[in-house]
């Protein structure tokens, strides 16, 4: 039996899956969450990462995990992510084509970037003479924070993968009859969105809005301070039948603009793939469980939107009946498990 550990640091919370893999049966060892220490990943002060460290060390015991091999997850807004085109190549020479493609692509000096690719879809695959590969640049400075952490926490971290990647591969069989499906990640301070076509990644995008930029309007919007308009967006979401509609409005601004984002990528899908279309948005994250927040996207969307269930396929005891409703807020968790648990 392979014991195999999942680490998601969000910026409100973290979250911890381990997961036991004996054959092809896969099993709900260990799972918890608990509040990120205020300044969380914003700070690189010696203390603050201590704080973030201790945390996660008391996590890890009360949930009961075993295993110290960790797989981390690297904030989306941190890392340069995209699915690219280049020509038929053997696997050397696109090892050196891969640097000319960062280079346009990353933003950054690439002596101050760990850069790695996969092959997405080869050009049979695609049907044409070029190949699709996911290019991922993590920036050197971000990773050393993380693996001090790990260090403190007394973890190895044995890989590291953006949010998307691993929430992609949470998802990619709660869905097994779907061709295509979006995945909206709403976190705290960013949404981030895939498009997985027959189980592979086909685009990735990050916005820089989430629940708290909601909690924000609502809070100027109805003049709350941060603390109430958390708490009535946790209670009242975006249910437009709620105080006369007045929390839908103060926040409509915000909603707007990640719509639109939405229905930007899913018209370049389209364009992209002309004998396709996605059939299924999958909502992950904390802010998707927000009451309304489904039929809210449905509606402005056109397309059949549910909360993201990671638990699909994954034993797991009556103990565990509790995490159910939480599975978007897993997501992240539980792909990452996923990784090393194959």
Known sequence: MNL????????????????????ERVGLMAAGSTPTPPKGLTSSAPADMQAVATAIKK?????????????????????????????????????SAIKWEAEQYIPLPLD???????????????????????????PKMLLEKYLT????SELTATGAE??????SRALARSLPNIKSVMIVSLGAQTTDLAIVRNGTLSFTRSLAAGGDALTRALAQGLEFNIGQ????????GV?????????????????????????????????KYKDDHVQSVLLSGGTARLPGMVIYLAQALGVEVQLANPWV??????????????????????????????
């Open 59 to 95: 996590l890890i015991k009360d949930a009961g995990a075993k295993s110290k091999s960790i797989q981390i997850a690297l904030p989306e807004s941190k890392v340069f992510t995209r699915v690219i085109e280049v020509p038929a190549l053997s696997d050397r020479e696109l090892a």
């Open 162 to 167: 953006t949010e998307i990647i691993a929430t």
């Open 229 to 236: 308009a958390e708490e009535f967006k946790k209670t009242y």
């Open 239 to 271: 249910q437009p039948d709620k105080l006369e509609g007045k929390i839908v409005t103060a926040v409509k601004p915000i909603m707007d603009t990640l719509v639109a984002e939405m229905k930007r990528a899913l018209a370049y899908y389209q364009e």
């Open 313 to 342: 396929g994954i034993a797991r005891d009556a103990r565990f009946n509790v995490l159910t409703p939480e599975g978007p807020n897993f997501c992240v968790a539980v792909g990452l498990a996923l990784k090393t648990s194959r």
């Open 4 to 23: 195999s550990l999942g680490l998601d640091i969000g910026s409100h919370t973290i979250k911890l899956v381990e997961l036991a893999t004996d054959g």
């Open 112 to 138: 101050q970037v760990n850069v790695d690719y996969t092959i997405l879809r080869t050009a049979a695959e695609t049907g044409t003479n070029k190949m699709e590969v996911l290019l991922v640049g993590a």
């Open 149 to 152: 952490i790990m260090e403190l």
